[in-house]
């Protein structure tokens, strides 16, 4: 599954499918990006992170790619479990200053 | 390393009260910042301290609000005489800052509701 366009609020996958997540960022000096996970009623949870000088970052089962021609993060899922239901947020800050958020995409397995 | 804490996680107050939030950051994470959310809204920041030393405050903090971080440490933050709008979710999140680290990791956040 993969969200359409830059932003989707909803998208809903089957599990074991890989899930894209996409993301624009606003601002062309953000030197650090940010994938959050967060359930309902609970902070937002460190998923994985990428500087601006990569275009890509693996971890375990999580890749964010990063274009900074157009603005564009995206977050990948490998073979996405019940457990990842959630809402994802992408965030860009300079020089670890504010975060900016984007609006969020919740994030639905069916199992 | 327990991460960060914050209290209460809950409070409901009556419009013109204040209330105060605490919030206890990673051991040795010199930034702290706090941000609020909205339902179905991502994180808006409000503040960040460099240790004790507010380094910047977002246009969203009138002054109703204020956050201290005395000894850099833990810091709180206060809203003086409530209003309905306030009423959201107070997210404190901290990191290492400068060069060792940008991640900012968040705690539970305090919900605040405002009868």
Known sequence: GESVGLHLPTLSVQEGDNSIINCAYSNSASDYFIWYKQESGKGPQFIIDIRSNMDKRQGQRVTVLLNKTVKHLSLQIAATQPGDSAVYFCAETTSGSRLTFGEGTQLTVNP | ?115
């Open chain 2, 1 to 115: 390393d327990t991460g960060v804490s914050q209290d209460p996680r809950h409070k409901i107050t009556k419009r013109g009260q204040n209330v105060t939030f605490r919030c206890d950051p990673i051991s040795e994470h010199n930034r702290l910042y706090w941000y609020r959310q909205t339902l179905g809204q991502g994180p808006e920041f409000l503040t960040y301290f460099q240790n004790e030393a507010q380094l910047e405050k977002s246009r969203l903090l009138s002054d109703r609000f204020s956050a201290e971080r005395p000894k850099g440490s833990f810091s709180t933050l206060e809203i003086q005489r409530t209003e309905q709008g306030d009423s959201a979710m107070y997210l404190c999140a901290s990191s290492r800052g400068g060069g060792r680290g940008y991640e900012q990791f968040f705690g539970p956040g305090t919900r605040l509701t405002v009868l």
